[in-house]
Every structure is written in C-alpha cells, then in structure tokens.
C-alpha cells in the first residue's frame, strides 16, 4: 500500500500553542482559493470553467467551503514538537505552506511530503526562505521533481550540529527513519 502524506513541525520551545494555531490557519487559508473568496480560481480548482454568470453560485459553494474548513487546521505537541495537520495539506503545497507560515512565526520549520513511497521531499525553511531541501526517489521524474540533497548547514538550522551532521547526505526513506527517530514521533499522522 503506497503512503501519502504532508508534514510542518516546528520545536516548542519558547513557542505558544495558542499563537502557532492562529498562525497555522493563516498560513493555510492564504493559499487556498476557495478561503479568500476568489470565486474564478475556486472554480477552476474545481474543474469547471470560470462562468461570470455562475459565480452566485461559486460563491454558495466557497462559502460552504469556508465553513467546513474554518476549524482546518490544528496543532499537537509532541516530543518538545509542534506538529501542523489538516486535510488540505499535501504533497503539492507542503513547502508552499510551510514557507507562508514560516513568514508568521520566528523558528525555522521542517516540512516533510511523502508520494507513493516513491517520492520524499524534506526541507528547512526561516522567515519565507528555504534554507535546504533533499528530494528523493524513483518517481522523481514523473513528479517534476529534480533529486537533491540537503547540506549539514540547512539542517542545523533545525537540529542541533551533531544531529545536523547525521542526516546530511541521508535520502529518501533513510532520511524519513532518521528524522523520526530525532523526532521521537512519526512524520505521518496516525
């Protein structure tokens, strides 16, 4: 069975849970059409057409949109980690989300998307900048992705330099054991 998943963690310390929601929320709905009341895009994320004369309609559907996901998005602590879930999250728009919310909050962030197991992207990224990313694996090409590591100096953003050391050169679903084991918790939610 293939595995998909998204994933942002940020360490807790000196974090508020309460602040990193809000922040969460933010950082998702700004990226989500149908959140920002942009009727045309929300449609055509829908698959239809942009139709001026459809767009009372558009807007029923945004708007029963908004109401099922404004709860979206929530936080667990885990480990000395803040971990980031909601349903919208995913293998598309794990950096594009974590890069918004990175611009919300002052710690770095590690996203994580995970595609058919075949397709492992990791990055760090601080104040709307990625810092390093590592992608890796077969189906890389088929997903528009280029293959690349991730240095030691990225990932000591995040880790400390002993646990940054570690995880430099480690690709794919090697990289994903050894981060959840620094971790202490799955980057999947379960």
Request: overall charge negative; some cysteine.
């Amino acid at each position: 069975m293939s595995r998909k998943y998204a994933a942002v963690c940020v360490r807790a310390d000196g974090q508020e849970k309460e602040r990193l929601q809000e922040a969460w929320k933010e950082a998702l709905n700004a990226g989500d059409p149908a959140m920002t009341g942009d009727v045309v895009r929300f449609s055509e994320k829908m698959g239809a057409p942009a139709d001026k004369k459809q767009a009372a309609l558009m807007r029923l559907f945004a708007n029963a949109y908004r109401a099922a996901m404004a709860g979206g998005g929530h936080v667990l602590e885990r480990q000395g980690f803040f971990s980031f879930y909601d349903s919208r999250l995913s293998f598309e728009n794990v950096e594009s989300t974590a890069l918004r919310l990175s611009t919300r909050i002052d710690a770095p962030l590690l996203f994580a998307a995970v595609y058919d197991d075949d397709v492992y992207i990791f990055g760090i990224c601080e104040r709307g900048t990625v810092l390093g990313k590592s992608i890796a694996g077969e189906g890389c090409a088929s997903y528009g992705q280029q293959p690349q590591d991730m240095e030691a100096r990225a990932w000591a953003a995040f880790f400390s330099g002993g646990e940054a050391a570690v995880l430099a050169g480690l690709r794919g679903e090697a990289l994903e054991k050894k981060l959840e084991a620094l971790l202490g918790f799955a980057l999947e939610r379960r």
